[in-house]
């Protein structure tokens, strides 16, 4: 499975990406996540993604501020060298980006066009339909055993 596949899924691709500009106030970042009830947004700067804002990110502006958003940009508080991927990205391959990283949500490029962004409860509901979906084989074959074939192994 691929990352295409889950973009596809999700209806994402090709639809609505929230976004915002790095000059804008954190507090506006924060409203419109909070709005749309969104774990991110994504970072844009004249067309290209300059960056990602998670609510860690804003937890860790609020700390350094003693609890205040204040005057603080988007800029000020988003990860500037996100992980990416691209359609073609194997599923197991963002996993182990995404726990290696410790990393909740990854934007999804296609050279430098932006296809949307995935999450890790994303990722991890892919993997655990495609282990429905083979369990459900599995025991669809075991129950159609042609009679008069030797059973398999006992081992």
């Known amino acids: 499975m691929k990352v295409s596949d889950i973009l596809r899924l ?16 954190l507090v506006l970042a924060v409203n419109i996540m909070a709005e749309k009830d969104m774990g991110s947004l994504l970072v844009m700067e004249h067309g290209n993604l300059v960056g990602l804002l998670t609510f860690r990110e804003v937890i860790q502006a ?15 508080a988003m990860d500037a060298q996100p992980l990416t991927c691209t359609p073609d990205t194997l599923i197991d391959e963002v996993r182990r980006m995404m726990l290696g990283s410790h990393s909740r949500y990854m934007p999804v490029l296609n050279e430098r066009e932006l296809q949307g962004v995935i999450s890790f409860y994303d990722v991890a509901k892919s993997v655990v339909d495609s282990q429905n979906f083979e369990n459900q084989m599995l025991k669809a074959y075991i129950k159609d055993w042609p009679s008069g074939s030797p059973e398999p192994d006992a081992k």
């Open 10 to 25: 999700k209806g994402q691709s090709g639809g609505t990406l929230f976004t915002i500009d790095p000059m804008e106030p």
């Open 62 to 76: 609020l700390s350094r501020n003693h609890g205040a958003l204040g005057d603080v940009t988007v800029r000020a």
